[in-house]
């Protein structure tokens, strides 16, 4: 381990661990069944990694980044609208382009969609598309 682990570990009138007991102690901190803080990190918005060097930095630091600012909280209805696009994207089967849209009227969602196959014809991955299997190109789809 480094100086702050030993630091750490003296600091707490404990022996230094050995690589394997401490990756052992991390694995369980991070993922164990009922108190593991993996599951909190990864529900988490925001993400902070501490490199401040004491207390005052750090509290400087935050001050700077605005956390309570509700625009950095909440998305404008561009912002929202365009990650619902996005998501919608991600359930397109098109091997060359994913796209998503979101159909809207006065702040509110009417519809949601994706391009892809069209119903009971096989997908794209599955030898479906012809722009795939044939190798043709479009201009919007050339991406060189």
């Not at 950095?72 to 991600?90: E, H, K, T």
Request: glycine residues 6%; hydrophobic residues 35%.
């Amino acid at each position: 381990m480094g100086d702050n682990g030993h630091l750490e570990c003296a600091a707490a009138n404990q022996p230094e661990p050995s690589l394997e007991e401490f990756v052992e102690l991390n694995d369980n901190h991070l993922y164990h069944q009922h108190w593991g803080l993996a599951r909190l990190i990864d529900r988490a918005e925001v993400r902070l990694v501490n490199r401040s060097h004491d207390l005052q930095q750090l509290h400087q630091i935050l001050k700077e980044l605005d956390l309570p600012n509700e625009q950095r909280l909440r998305p404008n209805w561009d912002q929202y609208f365009m990650q619902l696009a996005s998501l919608a994207a991600q359930r397109s089967n098109c091997m060359k382009r994913r796209v998503g849209s979101v159909l809207v009227r006065e702040k509110r969602v009417i519809s949601t969609g994706y391009n892809g196959t069209p119903r009971n014809l096989r997908n794209c991955n599955e030898g479906g598309c012809l722009w795939n299997a044939q190798g043709f190109r479009s201009i919007a789809a050339d991406t060189r």
